[in-house]
Nanobody
């Protein structure tokens, strides 16, 4: 089992950047594929990005491709989401999630993860 804690959310102007972090406990982090999922106000949960257990494969939602970068540092049990050129529509609670499988599932299922963090709020002002 793994416990996940997100940080790095906040308020930013459109066009700005934020970097989210997800710190994981447990010795199994490096064997899990990981992902970021978000839920905006009044919206359904939406897949954002995923990364394989060793970081060799990544996958992005079309809405964030070219603006967001997912990465991980298995030595630090931490995953990151670098968000650039933020838009108002990126406003959401961002959740870190872990998949007990090592590889990314395609097409991605935003509800298909086994473990979840508590979420961190990202608010983009227009």
């Amino acid at each position: 089992q793994v416990q996940l804690v997100e940080s790095g959310g906040g308020l930013v102007q459109a066009g700005g950047s934020l970097r989210l972090s997800c710190a994981a406990s447990g010795r199994t982090f490096s064997s899990y594929a990981m992902g970021w999922v978000r839920q905006g106000p009044g919206k359904q949960r939406e897949f954002v990005a995923a990364i394989s257990s060793r970081g060799g494969t990544t996958h992005y939602a079309d809405s964030v491709k070219g603006r967001f970068t997912i990465s991980r540092d298995n030595a630090k049990n931490t995953m990151y989401l670098q968000m650039n050129s933020l838009k108002y529509e990126d406003t959401a609670v961002y959740y870190c999630a872990a998949d007990r499988r090592a590889t990314i599932v395609k097409p991605p299922n935003p509800d298909g993860y086994d473990y979840w963090g508590q979420g961190t709020q990202v608010t983009v002002s227009s």
